[in-house]
């Protein structure tokens, strides 16, 4: 367990941030869209899942913007 003072550890979020990006770089050509419908397909997800997601997604989205 990393402690605050150890120069080498990187928070959970941050080491999770950059594993997302570089997956989605190196598999989806940095296209969240390719993702999306990759996940999207492979989970037989309907339409109506869909735009839960996405409503979902536009409100962390204005939560977050609400907070600059």
Do not use: M, W
Not at 2 to 27: A, D
């Amino acid at each position: 367990n990393c402690r605050n003072h150890c120069p080498f550890c990187i928070k959970k979020e941050e080491y999770s941030r950059k594993q997302l990006f570089g997956f989605i770089s190196r598999y989806f050509d940095n296209s969240f869209a390719s993702l999306t419908s990759f996940f999207a397909k492979e989970s037989n997800l309907t339409v109506d899942e869909l735009d839960v997601l996405l409503a979902e997604a536009k409100q962390k989205l204005e939560e977050e913007k609400g907070k600059e």
